[in-house]
């Protein structure tokens, strides 16, 4: 009986000392004192369809993040991937070629594909370090947005309404946007945990050496990686012009950050080779809270970009030393 009941509670503390468990401790006390200091404005159905609209695309970018982060890359270019692909959707619905919304999608993807193979292909077989080609090819991107749009945006009335109206829709209580975060979640989780590729993208961000001689394409892997994480840009890209049912060249701008930001928070190393989608999806979500709350406790608008990276920094403090902690655990509990 004692014997059991010991089990018990190791595997309780074990959970606890876990980061994705920290995490949800962590965002859970967020939301307490958030709805404390709103006077209970904030867990309100209609806050919580907002939170989950419009930070759905942010969430689904950092999924594409946490993958390129696992094989210990980076990528900065997808806020520019993002609106490259919804300015040249957005473009050839209003020009009457695209007249399908599903194909509308299928577009932004394939566009967000192309951006991201290229990338791939340029760190994989120009060597080039990850940073600096996705700072080039962002500004390259971001220069095609305009270029292809004549510096001009494109209005709602110029936009199909399915296509519009799929981001205010639900199915089941929740936004057509959120349930996008959901599917993606789930494959994403399915991928990484039960798929031979899902392995290799370990493998590859945690000993490249060893992964090349055990057989594993790095180059071929890179590639890969960079261009699913393209086609979700591309995705994101289709999810933020049907939800803001308007197309300009600035979209996005900065977005990077915030899905680095939420990748980190969740755990993932930016060294390689270490983080879940379940992580991600806490980081994701803790930022979106932050960033939905902060009007709401009447912080001053010139207070909160600062306010939001001193929580943020403090959330990766947490996570960083229940990490170091688990890791010490893990050598001592090593038979020598």
Do not use: H
Not at 35 to 51: D, P
Not at 117 to 125: A, C, L, N, Q, R
Not at 317 to 331: G, M, P, S
């Amino acid at each position: 009986m004692i014997q059991t009941k010991s089990k018990s509670l190791g595997k309780f503390s074990g959970l606890l000392r876990s980061r994705e468990s920290s995490l949800l401790l962590v965002m859970i006390l967020l939301v307490l004192v958030i709805q404390w200091r709103s006077g209970g404005a904030f867990l309100t159905k209609t806050v919580i369809t907002q939170l989950t609209q419009n930070y759905a695309y942010t969430m689904v970018l950092s999924f594409g993040m946490l993958l390129v982060l696992l094989i210990g890359g980076i990528d900065i270019s997808i806020g520019a991937t993002l609106a490259l692909s919804g300015m040249s959707t957005s473009l050839l619905m209003a020009d009457g070629i695209i007249t399908n919304p599903l194909l509308a999608f299928l577009f932004s993807i394939v566009v967000g594909s192309i951006c991201g193979s290229v990338i791939g292909v340029t760190i994989s077989k120009g060597k080039v370090i990850p940073i600096i080609a996705t700072l080039g090819l962002q500004y390259i991107f971001r220069g095609l947005t305009y270029l292809v749009s004549g510096t001009k945006w494109v209005p709602s009335d110029k936009m199909l309404a399915g296509y519009k109206s799929f981001a205010q829709g639900s199915f089941l209580g929740l936004n057509n946007l959120f349930w996008i975060v959901i599917i993606m979640f789930v494959a994403m989780f399915v991928f990484l945990k039960w798929t031979n590729f899902g392995r290799q993208i370990y493998e590859v961000g945690s000993n490249p050496e060893a992964a090349k001689i055990s057989g594993i394409r790095i180059d071929r892997v890179k590639i890969a990686v960079y261009t699913i994480n393209g086609a979700i840009a591309g995705l994101a890209g289709a999810m933020y012009t049907s939800m803001y049912a308007t197309a300009q060249g600035n979209m996005a701008n900065g977005a990077e950050m915030d899905v680095i930001a939420a990748c980190v928070i969740g755990g993932v190393s930016l060294d390689g080779g270490q983080g879940s989608a379940f992580g991600v999806l806490l980081g994701a979500t803790t930022i979106a809270i932050i960033s939905k709350s902060l009007s709401l406790v009447g912080i001053d608008a010139f207070w909160q970009q600062a306010l939001k990276g001193g929580i943020i920094a403090v959330a990766v403090l947490i996570n960083v030393i229940v990490q170091r902690n688990a890791a010490r655990r893990a050598l001592e509990g090593r038979e020598i």
